[in-house]
Each structure stands twice: as C-alpha cells, then as structure tokens.
C-alpha cells in the first residue's frame, strides 16, 4: 500500500524540541522530493519545509534557523527537527510528495505551557 504516515507530534512547551517522522510503504522516497506542511486551527494549509533527492533544504522563513529537514533512504524515511517551539508553531503537520499527490494523515504538534 502505497502511503506516508507522520509520528512524533506531541504536546511541548514554549522553547521545547520535537522531532516528526515521515515514513514512506508502498514506493522509494529517494525518488521523490518531500515537503511538510501544517495547518492551524482556522487557517490556511501553509508550506513549511522541503527537500530535494539531493538534499537540499528550503524553508518558510517562520521556521528558519528552528526547524531541520533532513531525509534517511536507507529508513525510507524524511524528519522534520522542530526546536525553540513557539505557540504559533501549534498546528498539524503533515508530509506530501506533491509529485505523485500522496499525503500524510498528518500528527498533531501543540506548543502551550
């Protein structure tokens, strides 16, 4: 079956780390680029972070210098580094590989004290 699960959300405080999983079944996600996404409660879908078959890297400038993409083919696997988390960081995070439409079902990531 071909699909992308997420794992790792959770709930953090203010300034705390979480580290989300994106794990490809069903095909080879070295062929691919990955992007994550999040949507928060009441707003649009918004692009995070991607990363090319060659590894490199963009992100929202939101994020930037918090958050690390990074992708493991062996693990078939890509991971999304979250640190020094913000309460606007709250939302579900979801991955996509936009080139054959296939999404996650996303985790939930709550940034609150």
């Known amino acids: 079956q071909v699909q992308l699960v997420e794992s790792g959300g959770g709930l953090v405080q203010p300034g705390g780390s979480l580290r989300l999983s994106c794990a490809a079944s069903?095909?080879?996600?070295?062929?691919?680029?990955v992007t994550w996404y999040r949507q928060a409660p009441g707003k649009q879908r918004e692009w995070v972070a991607g990363i090319s078959t060659t590894t490199v890297s963009t992100y929202t400038d939101s994020v930037k210098g918090r958050f690390t993409i990074s992708r493991d083919n062996a693990k078939n696997s890509v991971y999304l580094q979250m640190n020094n988390l913000e309460s606007e960081d709250t939302a579900v995070y979801s991955c996509a590989v936009l080139r054959r439409k296939i999404w996650g079902q996303g985790t939930q990531v709550t940034v609150s004290s």
């Open positions: 069903g095909f080879s996600l070295s062929d691919y680029g």
